[in-house]
């Protein structure tokens, strides 16, 4: 779809939510749980297309599902959301450059597939950081 005169696929926008999903199954239930969630994941990304962009797309997942569990597990202690909001952006732009490199062999649609993952990695963070503080605000 075309926004702002960049061409952004629906899937981007799903694709954005996925690292902010995996960083909240970590903290949920644990490392091993979701080292495990990203190789299915790039397992499943790997059957949804025609060969060459399904091995784009499994390639795309594991990189950047990895980067952002390293930057996540790294600085979520001290500050969560920092911490989700880095290591979200570390992975979108790994997702899309390794994604359209293998699949397409260019970079010319790279600002439309991360301004789609990098709105709903916004939106994501802006909810998770409103529910947190209202969490706090309702036990103090």
Do not use: W
Request: glycine fraction near 8%; aromatic fraction near 8%.
């Amino acid at each position: 779809m075309p926004v702002f005169g960049l061409q952004i696929p629906a899937g981007a926008f799903f694709a954005g939510l996925v690292f902010t999903v995996r960083n909240l199954l970590q903290d949920a239930a644990g490392s091993r749980t979701a080292l495990i969630a990203v190789v299915a994941g790039a397992a499943l990304s790997g059957l949804v297309a025609s060969p060459h962009v399904a091995l784009a797309s499994a390639a795309a997942f594991a990189t950047s599902e990895t980067a952002d569990f390293a930057v996540y597990t790294r600085l979520r202690r001290r500050r969560p959301v920092v911490a989700m909001a880095l290591s979200d952006t570390v992975g979108l732009l790994l997702d899309s450059l390794v994604f359209l490199s293998l699949a397409f062999g260019s970079l010319s649609l790279f600002g439309g597939q991360v301004a789609g993952k990098a709105v709903t990695t916004v939106v994501a963070v802006s909810v998770l950081t409103c529910a947190r503080a209202g969490r706090r605000a309702v036990t103090t």
